[in-house]
C-alpha cells in the first residue's frame, strides 16, 4: 500500500474523478427509460469502464506526479475517499494532516 500527504493537486484528483462518476451514474440512471438521451455515448451501463478510461486519459505525468498510478486500484481508492467539506476550504499546508491510501 502507498501512503500519500494529500495536497491541493491530489484533493482536486479526487473530487474531479468522484464528479466524473456522479456525472455517469446520472446518466446511467436517466438513459434506463430514455435509451437514446445522449447520442455518441458509450453504453451508459458501463459508468465503471467509462470512468477508467477517463482516468487512463488524464496525462500520466499529472497524475504520477501527485504519487498515484492509472490502474484500477488506484481509481478505486479515489472513488472511495470521503473527502470532508473543512478539506475543501483547507490551505494546501494545513491539507498534510490528511493522509491518502491506496
Known sequence: MTELKLNVK???LIILIQTAMDLY?????LQ?????L???KPDPFFWSDRLLTYF???D??????IGLRQNQECLDALVKFKVHP?????LD?????YTFTY
Open 86 to 90: 473543512e478539506m475543501k476550504r483547507a
Open 32 to 36: 434506463q427509460d430514455e435509451p437514446n
Open 10 to 12: 491530489l484533493l482536486s
Open 60 to 65: 500520466a505525468n499529472v497524475v504520477e506526479s
Open 56 to 58: 487512463i486519459g488524464i
Open 38 to 40: 445522449f447520442t455518441n
Open 25 to 29: 451514474l446520472c446518466e446511467s440512471s
Open 93 to 97: 499546508d494545513e491539507l498534510e494532516k
